[in-house]
């Protein structure tokens, strides 16, 4: 099946600091990606609908100045946690979406782990 | 707005024995599709097995089977033969054909014990 790879896979930062996560297609475009936050025991919840050259639409409760997401190209899609606090700590996962059509299928990255301070 | 409902937070099945996770979930759509993921612990998200709404067979992988009911809108996934490497996380999700770009909405989530 086709990768997505999530950088990094796990990082520790101090509180008030700002941590860029990011999420690659390897071997196919993807148009369309999604970010998910998973509490430990818990299911991952959509946070925003990434599409590539356009802003990206955010789950509502989602900050979005918070939780910055941009989608420059057709391969990467980065979220960044601005001014981070301990409560951001979590497991930050992508999927991104093989092609152009809405039923094209979901890949998932390894995930980051993100520990604030 | 869909909902995806898995009311068994934790399962235990002896090796080699069947065990079902149930899954329930409610929309309006006609068309969707609806899957089973895996989650080890190294939280790498594994697809089990996919499911279109508009087909009338139950989706089956080798050792993993759905029984859909549509009408019921029903999703429970049934492992035979468990194996000591089926222990994990286990999602149900939804996921629309024609809306909101087509992304997952998952289920609370089962955490599925093997024992020996």
């Keep these: 099946g086709a990768v997505v790879s999530q950088h990094p896979s796990w990082v520790i930062c101090k509180s008030g600091t700002s941590v860029k996560i990011e999420c690659r297609s390897l071997d196919f475009q993807a148009t369309t990606m999604f970010w998910y936050r998973q509490f430990p025991k818990q299911s991952l919840m959509l946070m925003a609908t990434s599409n590539e050259g356009s802003k990206a639409t955010y789950e509502q409760g989602v900050e979005k100045d918070k939780f910055l997401i941009n989608h420059a190209s057709l391969t990467l899609s980065t979220l960044t946690v601005t001014s981070a606090h301990p409560e951001d700590s979590s497991f930050y996962i992508c999927s991104a979406r093989a092609g152009r059509e809405r039923i094209g299928e979901l890949f998932f990255g390894e995930g980051s782990r993100l520990t604030v301070l | ?116």
Excluded at chain 2, 8 to 35: G, I, K, N, R, W
Excluded at chain 2, 37 to 59: C, D, G, H, T, W
């Design chain 2, 1 to 116: 707005a869909q909902t995806v409902t898995q009311s068994q937070p934790e399962m235990s099945v002896q090796e080699a024995e069947t065990v079902t996770l149930s899954c329930t979930y409610d929309t309006s759509e006609s068309d969707y599709y609806l899957f089973w993921y895996k989650q080890p612990p190294s939280r790498q998200m594994i697809l089990v097995i996919r499911q279109e709404a508009y087909k009338q067979q139950n989706a089956t992988e080798n050792r993993f089977s759905v029984n859909f009911q549509k009408a019921a809108k029903s999703f429970s996934l049934k492992i035979s033969d468990s194996q000591l490497g089926d222990a994990a996380m286990y999602f149900c999700a939804y996921r629309n054909i024609y809306n909101q770009g087509g992304k997952l909405i998952f289920g609370q989530g089962t955490e599925l014990s093997v024992k020996p």
